[in-house]
């Protein structure tokens, strides 16, 4: 396996400079100088690797949806071994569960911004899609009396609520949130269970 280039690794740690800088201050609000302060580096360099704002805001769309579609195949693995949709929701809701909350601020942040930059809109809305069809599909092999339309609604019901947890993380919410979120999640989950 060949090593990944300088310019390679460069980039990337300019690219997490620029997701954390999103996260925390908004589209707007992730100057160059505060990119360039997070990566250390000059701000020059940030058009050498990254190129111009529109070039630096389709490289962070790109970032942002390679985070999610790692993380969705992540999950799409680990829920292969669950066997209802109460695991399912644990596995979700799991204290310090592995997912960067920069993601999800950043993903919104890029929403938020989609009338200024329309190009984001398909990977965005695509990378989505793709994490509430993993929920769904496993809602489905361990509910299959339940109704399909029951199922997308739950996966997006739970969805919601997971990704909620992320979007707040900088109002800093209390702990209980956390559980009320998961309980709703439980709530749909339980809606699935097949009558005995």
Not at 7 to 28: H, P
Not at 34 to 52: C, D, E, M, S, T
Not at 175 to 193: G, H, M, N, T
Request: proline share 6%; net charge negative; aromatic share 6%.
């Amino acid at each position: 396996m060949a090593r990944p280039s300088l310019k390679d690794q460069r980039t990337e740690e300019i690219l997490d400079a620029y997701l954390t800088c999103v996260a925390r201050f908004g589209l707007e609000g992730a100057t160059q100088e505060r990119i360039a302060v997070q990566a250390g580096v000059k701000r020059p360099l940030l058009r050498h690797y990254l190129g111009n704002k529109d070039q630096m805001v389709a490289s962070l769309v790109a970032h942002v949806v390679e985070g999610f579609t790692l993380s969705t195949a992540a999950m799409s693995e680990a829920v292969d071994d669950l066997s209802s949709p109460e695991q399912l929701v644990e596995l979700l809701f799991m204290e310090n569960g592995g997912s960067d909350p920069r993601l999800m601020l950043a993903w919104q942040a890029l929403t938020a911004a989609v009338e200024d930059y329309p190009d984001a809109r398909a990977p965005l809305l695509a990378s989505l899609e793709r994490f509430i069809a993993v929920i769904e599909r496993s809602l489905a092999r361990m509910s299959p009396e339940s109704d399909r339309g029951t199922i997308r609604a739950a996966a997006q019901g739970i969805t919601s609520s997971y990704v909620n947890l992320d979007a707040m993380t900088p109002l800093q919410p209390p702990a209980v949130w956390r559980d009320e979120l998961k309980q709703a999640a439980l709530i749909l989950a339980a809606s699935l269970e097949t009558p005995k």
